[in-house]
């Protein structure tokens, strides 16, 4: 198990919030967390909507906490927390303090967001989002590197970060997003509908900038016969609120799905080689699965595919 946050050549899940009642939905997320922990993944990853958007919570980085609570070793990251939607210190303030809560077991990620109504509930203008990603993302990216001007500087958990940096990443769509995250001393985080060939631009983009950091590819995964209704429904649903300069660079359906084990690992092995990314995201999610099918998906890919697959990751020659 590779027990450095982000770190390049882990294997990660995203952890998704079920269709159920809040308190549900907290023990649900919790038990899949202790899974993915007991069946081999590194680490696990929450990300941010509002408004009860369906298969997020409104803090990403709360969730975390929740997630660190009912696990021993697995490292989590709230990524991507949507960045202009809040003052960049107060995120960095409260990453650093939850790393002191769980040392060497937290990473962060970021992204300038992408549905407006999550804007509209945060009552941040729509039309200032990038100007607000591009000045924040440096600014916390040296602040949990232990870089913080005063004041913020002078918060203990933030001071920490001198001697123990917080890994991160941020998301990235186009060449120009990778080059950003490169400047910041970032990772990358890239789209799991985007096909492998434009995720090949972005890495490339990102290492020639000077990008020293993990290149995570995400993909949605099944092992076995795919739900093929469930999943058809997802896709339409993201379809039906995604830019359409976001869907142009996705495939008809990114998953990746094997009959087996076996298969399923040459597949993910497959996207890394073309991708370029040296880094895995994977993903069990479409739309009204039964908790008890996402439970033994975890379980079977974790301790089937993941030991694998963060071989097969070792070996693949830097960039």
């Known amino acids: 198990m ?9 294997v990660s899940l995203r952890v998704y919030p079920p269709n159920a009642a809040a308190d549900k939905i907290v023990d649900e997320i919790g038990t899949q967390a202790l899974l ?21 919570v409104p803090n990403p980085l709360q969730q975390t906490g929740w997630l ?9 990251a709230p990524a991507p927390i949507l960045l202009p939607l809040r003052p960049w210190s107060h995120v960095a303030e409260e990453l ?22 999550d804007f509209q509930l945060a009552g941040v203008p729509w039309s200032e989002r990038l100007q607000r990603f591009e000045l924040a993302l440096p600014e916390i990216s040296a602040a949990l590197r232990g870089r913080a001007s005063a004041p913020l500087s002078k918060d203990p958990a933030i001071a920490a970060c001198t001697e123990r940096p917080i890994p991160l990443v941020s998301a990235a769509q ?3 997003a990778a080059r950003r995250a490169a400047q910041c001393g970032m990772g990358v985080l890239f789209d799991s509908l985007q096909t492998g060939e434009h995720n090949r631009k ?8 000077g990008g020293q950091g993990a290149c ?3 993909r949605r995964v ?3 016969r795919p739900p093929t209704e469930q999943s058809q429904a997802q896709m339409a649903f993201y379809r039906s609120y995604a830019p359409t300069t976001t869907q142009q660079h996705w495939g008809d359906d990114e998953r990746v799905v094997g009959h087996d084990a076996a298969e399923l690992t040459e597949r993910l092995a497959h996207f890394a080689r073309i991708s370029g990314c040296d880094t895995l995201n994977l993903r069990v999610h479409a739309n009204d699965l039964p908790t008890t099918a996402v439970r033994e998906q975890i379980e079977h890919i974790g301790s089937e595919c993941v030991a694998e697959l963060r071989s097969m990751l070792s070996k693949a020659p830097v960039a």
């Open 2 to 10: 590779n027990t450095s946050p982000l770190a390049r050549g882990s």
């Open 36 to 56: 993915a922990e007991q069946a081999g993944f590194d680490g696990v990853m929450t990300s941010e909507h509002h408004g009860g958007f369906p298969g997020y």
């Open 68 to 76: 660190l609570e009912r696990t021993q070793r697995i490292w989590a």
């Open 96 to 117: 650093a303090w939850l790393a002191s809560r769980f040392p060497g077991r937290i990473g962060g990620g970021f992204a300038m967001g992408g549905l407006e109504a």
């Open 174 to 176: 186009s060449p120009g």
């Open 202 to 209: 972005l890495v490339d983009a990102y290492r020639r900038a």
């Open 216 to 218: 995570i590819g995400i």
């Open 222 to 224: 099944w092992l076995g």
